[in-house]
């Protein structure tokens, strides 16, 4: 992970609860958590040298949200993030940005519930990214514990990439045209997105044949992502190249 790790951060990927009182209890010892003191290279090259974490699933899945458990240890409350960006990767190699989010600071505490990040969708992701934006006060970035709600659906990288689509012409210097030939793709909108994930123009549009003008965008590699309003997702890299 590319991280200083004390301890197991514990992963719950579960859409049920054992019943109990305080069902999402954790232990505040130093041995279940992640803290990260030195800043490494981001697999997003939009995030440079930071304090992350990355989640691989080795699949793309349907996650309906996240759960967190900032750090709460015991003299190491002040590694606790405050600013925790979200990225997420569909296809396993390109990275959209989901925004950053506010956590809140606990004390230690074994009935500490953790706290849901207020996504505004589920999303369909292979790799999830947390980068520390900012903590409460320490050099050094924590986490207690993560949980993942996952769908009833998942699919593989390859059936993703199995999509019946077409973008051309890849490279270009003014028009892209986009072909989506599957019917179970019901197009909500399209996106295009730089290497730093951010959005640099969304189209609502529900058609299937459709061309995006390019023109105005200075040479360089974008990402092209298709949403549905199944939740389904296309992502394909495109290329700028003006004479």
């Known amino acids: 992970m590319n991280q200083l790790f004390l301890g197991l951060l514990s992963i719950l990927v579960t859409t049920n609860l054992s019943s109990q009182c305080y069902p999402d209890r954790h232990s505040t010892s130093v041995r279940d958590g992640w803290i990260s003191c030195n800043i490494k290279s981001s697999p997003n090259p939009a995030r440079s040298y930071t304090h992350w974490i990355e989640y691989d699933f080795g699949t793309t899945q349907n996650i309906d949200g996240i759960k967190i458990w900032n750090s709460n240890l015991p003299d190491f409350e002040d590694v606790a993030i405050r600013e925790l960006a979200i990225d997420i990767s569909p296809d396993g190699e390109n990275w959209v940005d989901l925004g950053v989010f506010e956590l809140s600071e606990h004390q230690p505490d074994v009935l500490y519930q953790g706290e849901e990040v207020g996504l505004s969708e589920s ?66 909108s399209y996106e295009i997105i730089n290497l730093k994930g951010q959005i640099l123009t969304r189209i609502k549009e529900s058609g299937s044949n459709f061309s995006i003008d390019m023109s105005g965008y200075p040479s360089g590699a974008y990402v092209l992502k298709i949403n549905g309003d199944n939740r389904n997702l296309i992502t394909d890299k495109i290329h700028i190249v003006h004479p």
């Open 123 to 188: 999303f369909r992701a292979q790799k999830v990214l947390f980068t520390a934006i900012s903590t409460y006060g320490a050099q050094c970035a924590g986490l207690a514990e993560v949980k993942f709600s996952l769908g009833n659906t998942s699919t593989s990288t390859d059936d993703v990439k199995e999509w019946a689509y077409s973008v051309f012409p890849n490279p270009t210097s003014d028009f892209i045209n986009i072909i989506i030939e599957e019917p179970e793709f019901n197009i909500d």
